[in-house]
Nanobody
Framework: QVQLVESGGGLVQAGGSLRLSCTASVSISTITTMGWYRQAPGKQRELVARFTFARSINYADSVKGRFTISRDNAKITMYLQMSSLKPEDTAVYYC????????WGQGTQVTVSS
């Protein structure tokens, strides 16, 4: 059983920055598919950014140029650096790892005020 713990969410003004962290309970060095998703009130969960096969990275169009996903295998942690935040980025952010099955963290709230 893989456990994922997110942290780093909070309240920030538009234009500000936050860095989210997701720490896993297992090694992530061999995991090819892992990433960040978000869910705003009344909306479906959507992809924000993820690592895929061959360490390629996908970003949602809405966050390209503003968000950066990264990982530190030694710290078994994945990060999401978010800059130039907008009110529409307000959501609960979840990290996800696929290791045979899909594992999700509990989520961390990000609120961007205008």
């Amino acid at each position: 059983q893989v456990q994922l713990v997110e942290s780093g969410g909070g309240l920030v003004q538009a234009g500000g920055s936050l860095r989210l962290s997701c720490t896993a309970s297992v090694s992530i060095s061999t995991i090819t598919t892992m990433g960040w998703y978000r869910q705003a009130p009344g909306k479906q969960r959507e992809l924000v950014a993820r690592f895929t096969f061959a360490r390629s990275i996908n970003y949602a169009d809405s966050v390209k140029g503003r968000f950066t996903i990264s990982r530190d295998n030694a710290k078994i942690t994945m990060y999401l650096q978010m800059s130039s935040l907008k009110p529409e980025d307000t959501a609960v952010y979840y990290c996800n790892i696929i290791q045979g099955v899909s594992y999700w963290g509990q989520g961390t709230q990000v609120t961007v005020s205008s």
